[in-house]
């Protein structure tokens, strides 16, 4: 099973501090653990930078989000034939905030997804329930009907070329993370739902944790049997703490 850290830098940075960054984290992680994947994700306005100074090393650059449509009159919207066009090779679909602040539903996020699938781009697909759904107990029903409504729709040849994220929304920039064992528990039922649809699908589709994610509780979350590593934000805006969750996620393998 292949293992990943992935960045989402969100909204943050500007032109200088983000070509800092890129440059940060090519020059440092060419020696570390290369058996895991390095994914970062900029805001859109640096992406072409960002596929510039990789090119050659081992980091995967990706989007945040993408619109749906190939093309057409959709002010402000940027297509993942946009992001191919770039060298972009993966986005990520479906995070909370998209959800919360921008309304998107579970047909969106599938939409989204099959745009991505359909022109040979990896969709890294965000699922997680919020406090009050944790809190009544309904975390699982949540997120089965997350993937559902979003993936339901795929082949199992598309599902195999998904990358999943789980984050929960209560501990997305919050400090509180899950303990390894509720990270682990829906790690699994996550692997359960995809073993429905066969067991190559559920041998194949990296599960990472996504939330409050750092170098000091990163090692119990990554060494569960099924977290594939991990979806980071706050802690991919510092190229030291970033490449440290790297390092963290190789002795896994
Ligand atoms: P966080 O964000 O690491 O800052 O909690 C994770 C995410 O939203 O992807």
């Given at each position: 099973m292949r293992t990943i850290v992935a960045g989402n830098w969100k909204m943050n940075t500007d032109r200088l501090s983000a070509e800092a960054l890129v440059s940060a984290v090519v020059q440092h992680a060419g020696g570390i653990v290369p058996e895991v994947e390095v994914i970062i994700a900029p805001p859109f306005p640096f992406l072409a930078m960002a596929v510039a100074k990789c090119e050659g090393s081992r980091i995967i650059v990706a989007a945040q989000n993408c619109h749906q449509a190939e093309k057409g009159a959709y002010t402000g919207e940027v297509s993942a034939t946009m992001l191919k066009s770039l060298g972009v090779t993966a986005c990520i679909v479906g995070h909370s905030e998209r959800r919360q602040y921008f309304g998107e539903s579970d047909a969106v996020i599938g939409e989204k997804a099959a745009a991505l699938l359909a022109i040979g781009l990896t969709p890294i697909f965000c699922c997680g329930e919020n406090q009050e759904e944790r809190t009544s107990g309904r975390h699982f029903h949540v997120v089965t009907e997350q993937m559902k409504g979003a993936l339901g729709r795929f082949s199992n040849a598309e599902l195999e070329r998904i990358v999943i994220a789980y984050e929960p929304v209560w501990a997305i920039g919050t400090g509180l993370t899950a303990s390894k064992e509720q990270a682990q528990e829906m790690h699994a039922h996550i692997r359960a739902l995809l073993h429905t649809h066969g067991a190559s699908v559920a041998e194949r589709v990296p599960i990472l944790y996504g939330g409050s994610c750092n170098p000091t509780n990163a090692e119990s979350l990554f060494a569960q049997l099924d977290v594939n590593g991990g979806l980071i934000?706050?802690?991919?805006?510092v190229a030291e703490q970033f490449l440290e969750l790297v390092r963290i996620a190789g002795k896994k393998q």
């Open positions: 934000g706050g802690a991919s805006l």
